[in-house]
T-cell receptor, first 113, second 112 residues
Framework: DAKTTQPTSMDCAEGRAANLPCNHSTISGNEYVYWYRQIHSQGPQYIIHGLKNNETNEMASLIITEDRKSSTLILPHATLRDTAVYYCIVRVAEGGSQGNLIFGKGTKLSVKP | DGGITQSPKYLFRKEGQNVTLSCEQNLNHDAMYWYRQDPGQGLRLIYYSQIVNDFQKGDIAEGYSVSREKKESFPLTVTSAQKNPTAFYLC???????????FGAGTRLSVL
């Protein structure tokens, strides 16, 4: 799996857009970008994933640069409940030999009133 | 509601005791996983199962055991051989899209 780099922490005002960056400069052509988040003392939650096109669902938007070396997760109107650690994971679609996801340190997003 | 159910939410283990953590899913997923999370750390894989009646060791399987007799169920036993069992245990499952995993709410295990 390609290595990812994320900022350790970010703050966002409630109601504003939260833009979480992820650097994955060694990504391979067949690797997807996945985003998960983990609210304190809960299990991780899948948010969105993409290969090269921008993606949007009911939770967030994912913007992947044309060279695919970085991406940004956008929460359009952050709420206090979006306070969590956000993980960017790069992986081939079929998963690894063990199938487990490898979560790094992630970005701790704090949404403030 | 469809999802993963873990129980209990909190569990206490006495010295020398085996304890079993329950994980049930009604998503009709073939693959199930057990992860361990220590404070401020990422998730580490304990065991995984790609199909009923088959399971494989993950990165930190020592002191743990599992069974997969039914598609819906993947219980984890923390044995007395696990000397540092205090952690947050997470169960997950996935379908055809292996990298989209659905997690339970977790079980927090402590030692008395």
């Amino acid at each position: 799996d390609a290595k990812t780099t994320q900022p350790t922490s970010m703050d966002c005002a409630e109601g504003r857009a939260a833009n979480l960056p992820c650097n994955h400069s060694t990504i391979s052509g067949n690797e997807y970008v996945y985003w998960y988040r983990q609210i304190h003392s809960q299990g991780p939650q899948y948010i969105i994933h993409g290969l090269k096109n921008n993606e949007t669902n009911e939770m967030a938007s994912l913007i992947i640069t044309e060279d695919r070396k970085s991406s940004t997760l956008i929460l359009p109107h952050a709420t206090l409940r979006d306070t969590a650690v956000y993980y960017c994971i790069v992986r081939v679609a079929e998963g690894g030999s063990q199938g487990n996801l490898i979560f790094g340190k992630g970005t701790k997003l704090s949404v403030k009133p | 509601d469809g999802g993963i159910t873990q129980s209990p939410k909190y569990l206490f283990r006495k010295e020398g005791q085996n304890v079993t953590l329950s994980c049930e899913q009604n998503l009709n997923h073939d693959a199930m996983y057990w992860y361990r999370q220590d404070p401020g750390q990422g998730l580490r894989l304990i065991y995984y199962s790609q199909i009923v009646n088959d399971f494989q060791k993950g990165d930190i399987a020592e002191g743990y055991s599992v069974s997969r007799e039914k598609k819906e169920s993947f219980p984890l036993t923390v044995t007395s051989a696990q000397k540092n069992p205090t952690a947050f245990y997470l169960c997950a499952s996935s379908g055809i899209a292996k990298n989209i995993q659905y997690f339970g709410a977790g079980t927090r295990l402590s030692v008395l």
